[in-house]
């Protein structure tokens, strides 16, 4: 049905109901007739942080190239040790970034760390998301 490496999975789903409402996904007999019916999807088992196992699954995805490359970026920011979720802004990035790093700055640091993120960074590139950052919104 769909591509697999040992840790994830490539393959096509829809939205596609049954008569009991509920989602056929992957089953849809569409998709077998269709090509061009559903979206790509990856899932991926991440390592256990906390010793639950977690599934990532994203969709919509235009190709299973697409998908795939995106499944391998997720198994290889685990791998390095960063997670990250796309739609992170630099604003909610920097933010965090603050809480992390407050119980080991001094208060004025941290009052002055925090006084240039919301004065100067989050205007200015706040709105982007982390991973789409550039160095030429910077020097903007």
């Not at 591509?3 to 409402?21: L, P």
Request: proline share 4%; hydrophobic share 35%.
């Amino acid at each position: 049905m769909g591509q697999r490496t040992k840790r994830g999975r490539v393959y096509r789903r829809c939205g596609c109901q049954d008569e009991n409402k509920k989602q056929l996904g992957p089953w849809c007999m569409r998709l077998l007739e269709d090509a061009k019916h559903g979206t790509w999807t990856y899932a991926v088992d991440l390592a256990p942080e906390d010793g639950r196992r977690r599934v990532r699954r994203r969709s919509g995805f235009a190709s299973r190239a697409e998908a795939a490359r995106e499944m391998a970026a997720v198994l290889d920011g685990e791998l390095r040790g960063v997670y990250e979720n796309r739609r992170t802004t630099v604003a909610s990035y920097l933010r965090e970034w603050l809480t992390i790093k407050k119980p080991n700055l001094a208060p004025n640091t941290y009052a002055g760390y925090k006084a240039c993120v919301e004065r100067d960074l989050i205007p200015a590139f706040g709105h982007h998301r982390l991973l789409d950052l550039r160095a030429k919104h910077i020097d903007d």
